[in-house]
């Protein structure tokens, strides 16, 4: 009978962690890419100063290392995560976001990479 009961507490013991590590696991961050006119530099900028702007509280801005990440502290809590690279005439920005520890679908970004993109006077 404590046989019985060892294996059981075993086994409970050894399910309960496995669901507990399928909780924790999470997507990958998709990323979605703008092209702009402007320089690295100039697009980083005004991509922090937009967060701002939007109630971003920037955690982490890097110039040379063209990187930032921001928070939205409105539930269930947003997080922005940005690169940006210099190309032959102009940037690219990689932006991905969670909400709370889940990715957010790329095509969601789309509206904040045009926001970006105004910001810089670069729409038609």
């Known amino acids: ?3 019985l009961r060892r294996a059981s507490f075993s086994t409970c013991s050894l399910l309960m962690l ?3 590590a399928g909780c924790a696991a999470t997507q990958p961050l998709e990323q979605r890419e703008l092209r702009y006119n402007a320089s ?3 697009t980083l900028r005004a991509a922090v100063e937009l967060m701002m702007e939007q109630g971003y509280v920037v ?4 110039l040379a ?5 921001a928070s939205l502290a409105r539930w269930p809590g947003y997080r ?10 102009g940037s690219r ?17 789309d ?14």
């Not at 920005?93 to 970004?109: E, I, M, T, W």
């Open 80 to 89: 922005l995560q940005l690169k940006v690279t210099e190309e032959l005439s």
């Open 18 to 20: 496995l669901m507990l």
């Open 111 to 124: 509206p904040w990479l045009v926001a970006l993109q105004n910001k810089l006077g670069e729409l038609p």
């Open 93 to 109: 920005v990689s932006v991905s976001a969670l909400r709370g520890n889940q990715p957010l679908p790329p095509y969601v970004l």
């Open 1 to 3: 009978m404590k046989m």
């Open 65 to 69: 290392l063209g990187r930032a990440e």
């Open 40 to 42: 690295a530099e100039q």
């Open 59 to 62: 955690r982490h801005a890097d």
